[in-house]
């Protein structure tokens, strides 16, 4: 693509189109002849707009123009047209058409008037010619040039040596020089001689042609990179020439000096002096001339007269080149040293890519396969100031101590896995024989993961004495209390014998658990978390959560509340609050594991993973499925990332993604998906798990029933049913939810009794696993309903849509879409009955979207307009409102509402015509 620019020494105009006025030489805009207050971005956008009027400017080319091609932030360009749109008004802002995903037109006419000429630098500067004011001295070669100011390399023309001169020709471009003079001498009176920046010499500041003159220290970091050098370099020395740059900066930052404009065309490289030298390239830092000093009263202590600084200086936040800098300074905070780490976390993210050009795009940590480097890249440059490293001499540390900690990782990985892997075999298991091996397996894997942890911590002085006294504690847990017999005596006969269940050996464990470790908190934090995670497999939620929050509390006063151990745990505990509809509790959780993990949200990172499940698991328990599809695709791509080869990890994510699309009414994504799950190429029983696969059984069902093929549908569901009752029993979760899905299926079949019939046992069973007030029973009770109003049994169906109404607005709030669903049915059920001013207050509340969000029944929108309009019609008994009943009818049958849910509409539009 050619990028559309002007050139240095192009006309410039005054636009005028409609009531608006744009002044490029002065950059103003004026609105009805008022003027208007516009950040600089949105009126380069208009500029760039008015170049080319009727005529459409693409994304790209206008991301080129205005941001060199590298926006450092998502949607910049859509946030500075509306912006624009906003400061034009309504009547010119219409002028403006957006094309999706091409780029956007400024519809004319627009008239044009010159005003002048675009400035260039003023300098009569040429080669081989003498440097003004150092005759011996010949300029070489022009190295840049910017608008008022040029730096060139010159020679001497007997000893031959190389020199560089910036020069400047207006006020701008000489504050810019006496700054970059008054920090070279702070730099050098405090820091002494250093070899990683560059020195300034001279400098001449009386007349014009302004410069500064400094040693040669190399060609810059992006040239040398063409030259081929960079390709040249592994991985290690790519670091270890990033750690001499990093170390250059945080000398400066010793001293209390911001560079503010880190990037390559401002680090030299140059052939090291010495030989024999690990690293044969000696990088330098130059060009100081945006820096600020964050205790001017150095100057002072070294006696350094404060030349190129003023007052406005501490303001200039967005001083810099667009890529580098970080997310605050663009919206207008001061520069910190934090912001500094943001540029020098993205030089090294292209340092290790090989390309000084690439921005750190979605994505970008499948570019660094090291998961230590990849961390720290993601801990510099996190988006928020206090999600990232606070000082360059951190980012330096955990980079020269990456191999212990990776050493740390693997271990830590290990005993994760070994655990995962056993809660899959609970999981999995059906059978009740095999139950022995898995909660020995468990508990025992929990036991030497924190066994390692408390080593880890230091607590584990005299290693082998205590490893083996809390292995014997736990060994007597296992024989003794968990695996001993309910008499006398504690021999393992009568209670091993009659084989009891899975859940059973959970409970028994959970039970005698007690004060078993208390001398060893962190092999009972590891135990609880275990019992939890059981619970949690098991769809138990009510018993996971309270092990899940002692051994949270546990690993926090142990380990600390930012250890990995308590971050993660804090995250699966708000995960389970979702599933108990204890919304501000895992709001409240959520909050505090983000505060936690800090910067490693920003890696991909075992931490960033359980962070999106339990992000997503929370919108999508709110039922709010946009928001919980972007959570679970980010997981997604961490969990390819972290675990290719966890087939029931990936299995669960694909099988929740596959429920958002159903829930935003995208049935045929979320069959390819479910279908693909059961095709048997990736995913098995042996795998996966069964419940697993039995989830893609109803997901496929819930999508052939979205499309209208409730026939294909209806013996996927009794499958799911089937499966889930073998793996849960009749009340699991999993089982009432597939339960509650065929029920709607066979009312959609035209088989309302069984339908009936279905639902009275999924709301008698989610009462007894849940009780009354719990969300999924009240989500149940709406569901009969529902049901019970499509049969006539209007009394029944308002009594329980009451009920669900009232208790949803206590677990998910006056708003939720659930509620909203509520009123939906009320609202109908009212109309009925002749109450059509309290039926249109109701549904005039109600919002589509999140109406849809509780279905994945497509055509919600549609059809809660056509109940306003059958309303409507009668009340009226109108010829337009009979007309827009009729259109509503139609639209619904556009948008493939079911049949049954047509059909009174159509009763009431025939008995009308009639």
Wanted: with cysteine; proline share 4%.
């Amino acid at each position: 693509m050619e990028r559309r620019e002007p050139r240095r020494d192009a006309p410039l105009y005054r636009y005028r189109f409609g009531a608006a006025e744009y002044d490029a030489s002065r950059q103003s805009l004026s609105v009805d002849g008022q003027p208007v207050e516009l950040e600089q971005r949105p009126l380069q956008v208009l500029a760039e707009l008015l170049r080319h009027p009727d005529e459409v400017v693409s994304r790209e080319e206008l991301l080129e123009a205005v941001w060199a091609g590298r926006p450092t932030v998502d949607n910049v360009l859509a946030n500075a047209v509306t912006k624009l749109r906003k400061a034009l008004g309504e009547r010119e802002s219409a002028r403006i058409s957006t094309l999706p995903r091409i780029g956007y037109r400024l519809a004319g006419p627009v008239e044009r008037i010159a005003v002048g000429r675009r400035l260039h630098t003023g300098l009569a500067l040429a080669v081989d010619t003498p440097v003004p004011g150092r005759e011996a001295f010949r300029l070489e070669s022009l190295l840049g040039a910017h608008d008022g100011s040029e730096v060139w390399r010159a020679r001497h023309t007997k000893t031959g040596e190389a020199r560089i001169y910036k020069f400047g020709s207006d006020g701008e471009s000489l504050a810019a020089l006496k700054r970059e003079a008054t920090m070279s001498r702070l730099l050098r009176e405090a820091l002494g001689p250093r070899d990683d920046l560059v020195r300034v010499l001279d400098w001449n500041f009386e007349a014009p042609p302004f410069f500064l003159e400094s040693e040669d220290g190399g060609v810059d970091l992006a040239a040398w990179a063409a030259q081929g050098h960079l390709a040249a370099l592994d991985g290690e020395a790519r670091i270890a020439l990033f750690l001499a740059i990093a170390d250059a900066v945080a000398a400066a930052h010793s001293v209390g000096v911001l560079h503010k404009d880190l990037k390559p065309a401002n680090v030299l490289v140059a052939p090291r002096a010495a030989a024999g030298e690990t690293l044969p390239w000696q990088p330098k830092l130059g060009d100081f001339g945006s820096s600020r000093l964050l205790e001017p009263e150095r100057l002072d202590a070294l006696g350094i007269t404060r030349l190129g600084f003023t007052v406005a200086d501490a303001a200039r936040a967005a001083d810099g080149t667009p890529l580098y800098l970080a997310p605050e300074l663009i919206a207008g905070q001061a520069p910190s040293v934090q912001s500094d780490v943001y540029a020098l976390g993205l030089i090294l993210y292209q340092l290790l890519v090989g390309d000084l050009k690439r921005p750190m795009a979605t994505g970008w940590e499948q570019d660094i396969a090291d998961a230590e480097v990849r961390a720290d890249i993601a801990a510099a440059t996190a988006g928020q100031p206090q999600q990232r490293l606070e000082t360059v001499a951190a980012l330096l540390q955990r980079l020269r101590d990456r191999g212990r900690r990776r050493e740390a990782a693997r271990r830590l990985l290990d005993a994760e896995a070994r655990a995962t892997a056993a809660e899959r075999r609970i999981e999995r298991s059906q059978a009740r024989r095999p139950w022995m091996l898995a909660a020995g397996v468990l508990m025992l894997l929990g036991l030497g993961a924190s066994l390692w942890q408390a080593h880890q911590a230091g607590l584990a002085r005299d290693t082998a004495r205590q490893q083996a006294a809390l292995a014997e504690a736990a060994n007597r847990f296992l024989t003794d209390d968990l695996l001993g017999a309910a008499g006398a005596g504690g021999a393992a006969t009568g209670w091993y014998q009659r084989n009891p269940p899975l859940r059973e050996v959970i409970d028994r464990a959970a039970e005698r658990l007690g004060d078993r470790f208390d001398g060893a908190p962190l092999v009972e934090a590891g135990l609880r978390r275990t019992l939890g995670r059981a619970y949690r497999a098991l769809a138990s939620y009510d018993l996971a959560e309270p092990q899940l929050a002692r051994a949270l509390t546990l690993f926090d006063a142990v380990l600390g509340p930012l250890s990995d151990e308590a971050v993660l745990t804090g995250y699966e505990r708000a995960l389970t609050l979702s599933f108990l509809s204890r919304f501000d509790d895992a709001r409240a959780q959520l909050a505090r594991s983000d505060a936690a993990a800090g910067a490693r949200l920003q890696a991909a990172s075992e931490i960033a993973l359980k962070a999106q499940l339990a992000h997503g698991t929370w919108h999508y328990q709110k039922v709010e499925p946009e928001a919980a599809l972007a959570r679970y695709r980010h997981a997604e791509r961490l969990n390819l990332l972290l675990h290719p080869d966890d087939a029931a990890a990936a299995a669960h994510i694909e099988g929740t993604i596959a429920g958002c699309l159903l829930r935003l009414q995208r049935p045929r994504e979320a069959e390819l998906i479910a279908r693909g799950m059961l095709s048997g190429e990736r995913y098995t029983e042996a795998n996966a798990g069964g419940a697993a696969l039995a989830s893609a059984r109803l997901n496929l069902a819930n999508a052939l029933r979205a499309q209208d093929r409730v026939g294909e549908a209806i013996p996927y569901a009794q499958a799911a049913v089937t499966a889930f009752e073998q793996l849960e029993g009749e009340d699991g979760q999993r089982t009432i939810s597939a339960l509650s899905s065929l029920g709607r299926m066979q009312s959609l079949a035209g088989d309302s009794a069984a339908a009936l019939a279905i639902q009275r046992e999924v709301l008698a069973r989610a009462q007894r696993r849940w009780g009354a007030g719990n969300q999924y029973t009240l989500v149940e009770r709406m569901n009969l309903g529902f049901l019970e109003s499509e049969l006539g049994q209007r009394d029944a169906a308002v009594d329980n849509l009451r009920a669900a109404e009232a208790g949803l607005v206590k677990t998910s709030g006056a708003q939720s879409s659930l509620v909203q669903a509520a009123r939906f049915g009320l609202a109908d059920l009212a109309a009925e009955s002749g109450h059509h001013a309290e039926a249109l207050r109701v549904l005039a509340a109600i919002d589509a979207k999140a109406l849809q969000a509780t279905t994945s029944d497509p055509g919600r929108a549609e059809l809660l307009a056509a109940l306003r309009a059958r309303i409507v019609h009668q009340r009226d008994r109108s010829a337009a409102s009979r007309q827009a009943l009729a259109e509503s009818v139609v639209a619904m049958r556009a948008a493939g509402v079911a049949a049954s849910d047509i059909e009174p509409f159509e009763t009431v539009l025939n008995a009308s015509g009639r």
